[in-house]
């Protein structure tokens, strides 16, 4: 086995031109996995995410009926609560496009109102079931060996090195059986969530990382100059082939010294 590829660092001057960029980038991941199977499956985060994949909007090249989108993590409330990373991300952007409804893979409603009618764990095991379902239904004898392979994996950091819903400390960092898997104590309210687990993160085509602003400098610091510290953020290396990028600005990059490459739009 191989080891995985180190992380590639684009720094951009202002949140235009790294939205930009951005939108370069999985267009041309897009082509690529259309070209090759029909298709692109792709997993999204809520937080900042969803407003720096505005670069998309209008743009030609985006074949949004090829999309298969599933959510990187979850939190355990219903679609149109201000904290479902699926709201988030139908408010910056499925409403503002046209991607087929049934391409948009969200965690199961009518299981959500029995999760919020009671704090058994069980009903959260049985949204994590059904979401794990739904991915097999997508991937598997495709894009799947023991874990699906995404196409690519959009994923953001929070101050505390967190991300999709994978938290310093705690044991879901461990999991290597599930691909989807639920916690009720989040330290970043809500405490009720479902997030893709490393393995699946891992086993990703691509990762793209998302960061912008001073106030993410530190967090940039320790993931990518000190990954021996082991943030959640840093253990993302995918397998080989795979492999992780970060899209950032000069603000949230301002303390790293990890070698920036330059983006090229081909
Ligand atoms: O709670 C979450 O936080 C992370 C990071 O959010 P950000 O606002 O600092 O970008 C996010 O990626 C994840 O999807 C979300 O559930």
């Keep these: 086995m ?12 202002n949140s235009d031109e790294l939205v930009e960029s951005l939108a370069h980038f999985i267009i041309k991941a897009q082509k690529e996995s259309v070209q090759r199977k029909g298709k692109f499956t792709v997993a999204v985060s809520g937080g ?23 959510y990187a993590d979850e939190r355990i409330v219903p679609l149109d609560h201000e904290d479902s990373n699926h709201n988030l991300c139908t408010t910056h952007l499925w409403s503002k496009v046209t991607i087929p409804k049934e391409n948009v893979h969200t ?17 959260l095991e049985e949204i994590a ?7 097999i239904h997508e991937f598997a004898n495709k894009d799947s060996a023991r874990f699906p ?4 994996i959009l994923l953001g950091v929070g101050p505390d090195g967190h991300t999709a819903s994978l938290f310093s400390g705690h044991p879901l960092l461990s999991e290597d059986d599930r691909w989807v898997a639920y916690i ?21 085509a691509r990762v793209a990382f998302v960061a912008s602003g001073a106030n993410k400098a530190d967090t940039l610091q320790t993931v990518l100059d000190k990954p021996e510290e082991g943030l959640p953020a840093s253990r993302v290396r995918p397998i080989t082939p795979g492999q992780v990028y970060w ?8 303390k790293v010294q990890y070698p920036r490459t330059p983006f090229e739009v081909k």
């Design 2 to 13: 191989h080891a995985p590829s180190a992380p590639i660092l684009c720094s951009f001057a």
């Design 48 to 70: 900042s995410l969803p407003q720096q994949l505005n670069g998309l909007i209008g743009k030609p090249g985006v074949k949004w009926d090829k999309w298969q989108v599933f």
């Design 107 to 123: 965690i199961d409603p009518n299981l959500i109102d029995a999760a919020s009618a009671s704090d058994a764990e069980d009903a």
């Design 129 to 135: 079931d059904a979401y794990e379902k739904e991915l």
């Design 149 to 152: 392979i995404f196409d690519l």
């Design 184 to 204: 009720t104590d989040s330290p970043k309210p809500p405490a009720r969530r479902l997030t893709l687990t490393f393995p699946v993160i891992n086993h990703a």
């Design 247 to 254: 899209f950032v600005d000069d603000a949230a990059a301002s």
